[in-house]
């Protein structure tokens, strides 16, 4: 029986212990523990290593491609705070190629500099935040180099949370000290805050890495960096200057600006500095924001970074009157974070993670969602974020999803398993790899028609234009590709749009889509349907079958694939690994998946249900199990064959499970 299971756990690459009782925990007769202690699969043929083989990633309209024309798609996850810190030397390494082996082919190493992260990028005990510490610079230079070794690419942060005061000799220190040492919002007045940040960016980027031999600027595996992390003027910090805010004298400065603005392009000077307000005072917004980023990513490409640049981003309930000043940069970046219950969200009442994404798409220009994930956790259908993602993804030809996070406390410890450190969680990295498959080789088809947004600078700035406020957005998110043509607009001289093809205009983000409530949401390729009712999302493509969400114990069925098995929520994914359609394939993975509970809060190993049903689909006559995987002592699943129809049997199986059929 040990020998059986212990087959089992290597096959499978997951450790089951199903015969002991489980101190404190819930565990029943129905459940198994379950720790995700190795990747389910190995997927690093997706990469070409080391990152950098085709030269740096630049922008052509809207997709990616590297200096020498290969196109190019990020499937990313952020590592961050004490991860990138606390992790050994030899554990940056493993887990480099667990991230390749799960699909990832970027890294953004984020909260590097943030107060609460001990040791940061500026030491343990730094008095200032003006030195960058040389063991904290080896320990992501250790990162960058490990990830490039196995093919994975890296985004930097150049700012997330870093505090100033008088240490740092910006003026009207006080003032920002008195709200806590937080820069944002008082950098886009506070020439000073500005110069300190220039500064910081240049010793940055200038780090002679030892574990590659170039600096960081000269390194074609550096991807991407972002000026400032979740720090605009138009939504959120504008107000952080008004005159009730008690900072005096960041108001003045603030205040001159806004009539300098009012002044040169006769606007009422009182609209003009009312942050909290639509109309004129976005417009003064939107032109403060780009007056601070340009210099500084000007001074960025003058250092010799030939990557992407991003300024900043949409997130935090942000809406479109904050995208122009967005295009200072070469990538508009997104941040989104869903709720439970993905397979459900009707569009025509509620936005969710993928349409609030879907109305952040410029077009002509790449997309990045450099943080996405849902809360609460562990909510039990959190497997479904990763597949509305890669599916979206594909559909609407977003170019780097990268999940929040793949770590956050330090790797190779004792292990842990909360929102924003998935690398245990074994109900997200099956669907993570399934998603990066899917998404990274182009299983689901660009969208067949592109829908654009359109506005005149009057309903642009008018509003609070947002998938929460706009059915057009949440419908056309999931049907066709969605983009947002700017305006050109007087009062932004430097506001260039861009455009693309597109089949069907709006002027207006109340339009009707034309679309009907109460239905299956058909994507226009067909390959992509959600019933929000029953909770369930069917993805179908010739590489790719998907079924998840509320089964209900039923019957499930996509194209070749029939699911049958006992459970009330869960999926199942069949994949071509060889690239071939599925019926052709020599090698396919099926993935199971369904929900997990950690024994005790944010510990692993986890709880998983048993499962007893069957899969049916049809392959190539062939294919035959790998490995000793098929065995008892956690439950027996077996595998039958007849042409080529192909049939896998549950009998109290984990309902978390991986399982390869490979031509001999």
């Not at 009782?21 to 389910?40: E, H, N």
């Not at 920002?176 to 000073?192: A, L, M």
Request: aromatic content about 8%.
């Amino acid at each position: 029986m040990i020998k059986k299971l212990l087959s089992f756990v290597r096959a499978v690459g997951v450790c089951l212990v199903g015969m002991y009782p489980l101190p404190g925990a819930a565990q029943t007769t129905d459940q198994l523990r379950m720790s995700a202690s190795r990747a389910p699969i190995d997927l690093s043929f997706l990469n070409e290593a080391p990152a950098g083989l085709h030269g740096p990633v630049q922008v052509d309209g809207p997709n990616l491609i590297f200096a020498d024309g290969t196109p190019v798609r990020f499937w990313g996850a952020n590592v961050q705070a004490y991860a990138i810190f606390s992790t050994e030397p030899a554990q940056i390494c493993y887990h480099a190629r667990r991230l390749a082996a799960l699909g990832f082919n970027l890294v953004r190493l984020h909260h590097h500099d943030s107060t609460w992260v001990t040791p940061n990028i500026f030491g343990r005990e730094a008095s200032d935040t003006l030195s960058l510490d040389p063991m904290a610079l080896d320990r992501i230079g250790r990162w960058v180099a490990c990830l490039k070794a196995e093919g994975i690419y890296t985004w930097l942060d150049l700012h997330v949370g870093r505090h100033m005061g008088a240490a740092e000799g910006i003026d009207y220190a006080d003032e920002v000290t008195e709200n806590g040492g937080s820069i944002k919002g008082f950098n886009f007045v506070n020439d000073s805050i500005r110069e300190r940040m220039s500064e910081f960016q240049a010793a940055y980027l200038s780090y002679e890495n030892p574990h590659t031999g170039l600096a960081f600027k000269d390194d074609p595996a550096i991807a991407a960096v972002m000026i400032s992390n979740e720090n605009d003027a138009t939504y959120h910090f504008g107000n952080r200057l008004l005159p009730d805010k008690n900072v005096p004298l960041h108001n003045a400065l603030y205040m001159e600006r806004a009539a300098a603005f009012a002044d040169a392009h006769n606007l009422d000077p009182n609209q003009v500095w009312r942050s909290w307000e639509y109309g004129p005072s976005k417009i003064f917004l939107n032109d403060l924001e780009r007056e601070f980023f340009a210099p500084l990513t000007t001074e960025i490409k003058d250092l010799g970074f030939r990557g992407l640049i991003t300024t900043s981003g949409i997130w935090g309930g942000m809406g479109a009157a904050g995208l122009p000043s967005l295009m200072v940069g070469d990538i508009i970046d997104v941040h989104s974070y869903g709720s439970a219950g993905l397979g459900s969200t009707d569009p025509d009442t509620n936005a969710d993670m993928v349409s609030i994404i879907a109305g952040a798409q410029v077009a002509g220009m790449p997309l990045s969602i450099s943080e996405w994930n849902i809360s609460p956790w562990p909510e039990p259908d959190r497997f479904l974020a990763p597949l509305r993602m890669g599916a979206a993804a594909a559909h609407q030809g977003w170019d780097a999803p990268i999940i929040y996070g793949y770590a956050q406390s330090g790797l190779g410890r004792d292990p842990v398993a909360y929102n924003w450190h998935i690398a245990e969680d074994p109900s997200l990295l099956g669907p993570l790899a399934v998603a990066a498959l899917m998404y990274r080789r182009g299983d689901v088809s660009l969208a067949d028609t592109t829908v654009a947004i359109s506005p005149d600078a009057e309903t642009l700035f008018s509003a609070h234009h947002h998938a929460t406020t706009s059915p057009l957005i949440r419908d056309i998110a999931e049907r066709s590709r969605l983009v947002t043509i700017l305006p050109e607009i007087d009062e932004l001289p430097w506001l260039s749009p861009t455009l693309e093809e597109y089949d069907i205009a709006h002027t207006r983000y109340d339009a009707d889509s034309g679309s009907l409530p109460g239905r299956v949401i058909f994507s226009d390729t067909d390959e992509i349907r959600r019933n929000p009712q029953a909770g369930l999302i069917w993805i179908n493509t010739p590489q790719t079958l998907i079924v998840a969400g509320e089964l209900g114990n039923e019957i499930q069925t996509v194209g070749d694939l029939r699911v049958d098995i006992d459970a009330n929520l869960g999926g199942v994914a069949v994949q071509s690994l060889d690239g071939a359609a599925l019926k052709d394939s020599g090698d396919l993975l099926i993935t199971v998946m369904g929900p997990s509970t950690p024994i005790e809060e944010n510990r692993p190993p986890f709880l998983v249900d048993r499962i007893t049903g069957t899969l049916t689909f049809a392959a190539a006559p062939e294919l035959q199990p790998v490995g000793d995987m098929l065995s008892d002592g956690t439950g027996r699943v077996s595998h039958r064959q007849a042409g080529n129809s192909h049939q896998i049997t549950f009998d109290r199986a984990a309902a978390i499970s991986w399982i390869r059929l490979k031509r001999p």
